[in-house]
C-alpha cells in the first residue's frame, strides 16, 4: 500500500499540473490588434504664390533740423531787453523782436549822419549855382566853346561825391541803428540761448542757436545693397514711414526721401540718404501728424522699388544651399536650386527656379534626398505587403 501510494503521488501531481497548464492556456488573452501604421513621412505643405512685390528697406537714425543758424549781433552794445520767447524751448515767427541793444549811440551816429548830408548838399548846390555863374560870365566874354574847367564842372563832380559819400553814411548809420533790434530770420525756436540782459555784446557775438520748425530731416544710413532695391529719384510724399515713441507710445510720421548724400563713408561704408518731415512742430493747424520733436530717434521704412514674379518665403523655407524642397503631386520629395534677389531678417525674396505648381515643404524634414516618399495630412493610408508584415512580426512578438 505504501508502495503504490509512493508511485502514484507523482503521477497525480503531474496530472494536475497539465491540467492547470491547460486552464491557462485556454484562458490566455488573445493578443490586441495593433493598427497598422504606415512609416511614410508626414509633412506639411504651401502652394507657390507668384506675386509683384515693393521692396522696402529699414534704416533709423535721429531727427534734425533742416535749418539751424547762430543768432548774431550785427552791431556792438549792451543788451537792452530780451523777449518773452527768447528762452531754451522758445517758439518765435519770422520777424519777432527777440533781443533789443542800448541804441542811444546809434541815435546820434544817425543824426550826425543827416547833418553831413544837409552840409554836402548845401555844398553841392552852392557849386552848383557857381557853375552857372561861371557858364554865364564865358559867354559874356567869350564866343568860342567853354572848358569843362572854366565852368567849374570837375569842382561840381567832387560836391557830388561828398554828396553821395554823405548819403551812404546816413544808410549805414539808419541800418546799424536797425540792427540793434534783433529779429527772428524765420519761424522757429530756440534751441540754446547764450546772453541775457545787461551783458555787452560785439559785433559777431553769438546770442542763440536757432532752428527752423517748418522742415525736419532724418539722415538714414544705407548701405550698397539697400540702394539697389531704392529708385531716389521717383520718390515722393509718404515714401518713408518714420516711427518712434511719444509719451510712452508708438507714433507714426510721414516723411519724403529727398536726396541722398552722395559720398560714401569710409568708416562704415554706408551713405546717407535724407527723409523731410514739413511742419514737425503741428504749427499749422491743417498738420494731421503729432509732433516731431529735433533729437528723437526714429526707425524708418523705406518704400523701394518694385520686383515682378517674385516668390516670397520665410528664411527657415530656403537652405544654406540656396535650394527649396517641394512635394510632387505623386508624394516625392524634390529638390529645387532657386535664384534669390533678395533676403532680409525675415524674408527670402525668390526671382526664379519655382513655378506656380510647385508645393513647398513647410515643416522640417530631415535627411531630404530627391524621390522619398512622403505623405500629407489627410492623405489614406495606403497598406503594402511590407507594411502588413512587419506589424504581424510586431503583434506576434508582443503575444509570446
Do not use: C
Not at 503504490?4 to 490566455?28: E, M
Not at 559777431?204 to 544710413?221: H, N, Q
Not at 509732433?291 to 523705406?302: E, P
Not at 506656380?356 to 495606403?382: F, H, Q, T
Request: cysteine-free.
Amino acid at each position: 500500500m505504501k508502495a503504490l501510494r509512493s508511485v502514484g503521488l507523482p503521477f497525480i501531481i503531474v496530472i494536475v499540473a497539465v491540467i492547470v497548464t491547460v486552464i491557462l492556456t485556454l484562458n490566455k488573452p488573445k493578443p490586441e490588434k495593433k493598427p497598422i501604421e504606415d512609416k511614410t513621412f508626414l509633412v506639411e505643405v504651401q502652394p507657390v504664390a507668384i506675386s509683384d512685390v515693393t521692396y522696402s528697406v529699414r534704416s533709423q537714425g535721429n531727427v534734425l533740423p533742416k535749418i539751424e543758424s547762430a543768432l548774431s549781433a550785427q552791431v556792438s552794445g549792451r543788451i537792452e531787453s530780451v523777449s518773452d520767447i527768447f528762452v531754451n524751448g522758445g517758439m518765435f515767427e519770422q520777424g519777432d523782436e527777440l533781443v533789443v541793444l542800448e541804441n542811444a549811440d546809434k541815435i546820434t551816429d544817425v543824426k550826425l549822419a543827416q547833418a553831413e548830408v544837409l552840409r554836402a548838399q548845401a555844398s553841392y548846390e552852392e557849386e552848383l549855382a557857381r557853375g552857372k555863374v561861371a557858364e554865364k560870365e564865358w559867354r559874356t566874354i567869350n564866343t568860342s566853346t567853354p572848358t569843362a574847367l572854366s565852368l567849374r564842372k570837375p569842382q561840381l563832380a567832387r560836391e557830388e561825391a561828398s554828396l553821395q559819400a554823405a548819403q551812404a553814411n546816413l544808410e549805414r548809420a539808419q541800418r546799424n541803428l536797425a540792427r540793434t533790434v534783433i529779429t527772428a530770420p524765420y519761424d522757429g525756436i530756440v534751441q540754446k540761448k547764450h546772453v541775457d540782459i545787461g551783458q555787452f555784446v560785439g559785433i559777431g557775438t553769438v546770442l542763440a542757436d536757432i532752428a527752423a520748425t517748418s522742415k525736419a530731416e532724418v539722415r538714414l544710413p544705407l548701405t550698397d545693397g539697400d540702394l539697389a532695391y531704392l529708385n531716389l529719384d521717383a520718390t515722393g510724399e509718404g515714401s518713408v514711414v518714420l516711427t518712434g515713441r511719444v509719451g510712452g507710445r508708438s507714433e507714426q510720421w510721414l516723411a519724403k526721401l529727398t536726396r541722398d548724400e552722395g559720398v560714401m563713408n569710409m568708416q562704415s561704408r554706408v551713405i546717407y540718404a535724407i527723409a523731410e518731415v514739413n511742419d514737425p512742430y503741428r504749427r499749422d493747424a491743417q498738420t494731421q501728424h503729432n509732433m516731431l520733436r529735433f533729437g528723437s530717434f526714429v526707425n524708418a521704412d523705406i518704400t523701394g522699388a518694385t520686383a515682378n514674379n517674385i516668390v516670397v518665403l520665410p528664411r527657415n523655407l530656403v537652405r544654406l544651399d540656396g535650394t527649396v524642397i517641394t512635394v510632387t503631386d505623386d508624394r516625392k520629395i524634390l529638390i529645387k536650386d532657386v535664384e534669390v534677389q533678395r533676403a532680409d531678417d525675415e524674408k527670402i525674396y525668390i526671382s526664379a527656379g519655382l513655378s506656380a505648381d510647385d508645393n513647398i515643404a513647410v515643416s522640417a524634414v530631415p535627411n531630404a534626398y530627391d524621390g522619398m516618399k512622403v505623405r500629407l495630412p489627410g492623405d489614406v493610408v495606403e497598406t503594402t505587403p511590407e507594411v502588413k508584415a512587419q506589424a504581424l512580426n510586431e503583434t506576434d512578438e508582443e503575444g509570446e
